[in-house]
């Protein structure tokens, strides 16, 4: 099972900070947090940024259960 991370405003939308899921590709595996996490977790999910194992990454990557996706939305500072 691939882990998903999560992060700021993401991680606030889906309640919690990781997760893991038995997908085959990135793609599968937002597509199945969508279905987890509903509305307000799908509509974050275009702005934010997606990684593999720390390496940006497409919706076509393959994942494996020793795979980490994260998503990081857009952070503000002041």
Same mark, same amino acid.
């Given at each position: 099972?691939?882990?998903? +991370?999560?992060?700021?405003?993401? +991680? %606030?939308?889906? @309640?919690? @900070?990781?997760? =893991?899921?038995? #997908?085959?590709?990135?793609?599968?595996?937002?597509? !199945? $947090?969508?279905? +987890?996490? @509903?509305?307000?977790?799908? #509509? *974050?999910?275009?702005?934010?940024?997606?990684?593999?194992?720390? !390496?940006? =990454?497409? +919706?076509?990557? !393959? %994942? =494996? #259960? $020793?795979? #980490?996706? !994260? *998503? *990081?939305?857009? %952070?503000? @500072?002041?």
């Amino acid at each position: 099972m691939a882990t998903l +991370r999560l992060f700021a405003t993401i +991680r %606030v939308a889906a @309640g919690t @900070g990781k997760d =893991t899921f038995d #997908e085959s590709t990135v793609g599968d595996v937002l597509d !199945a $947090a969508v279905q +987890r996490y @509903g509305d307000g977790f799908a #509509e *974050l999910l275009p702005i934010c940024r997606v990684w593999l194992n720390g !390496a940006a =990454t497409d +919706r076509d990557a !393959a %994942v =494996t #259960e $020793a795979d #980490e996706v !994260a *998503l *990081l939305p857009p %952070v503000s @500072g002041g």
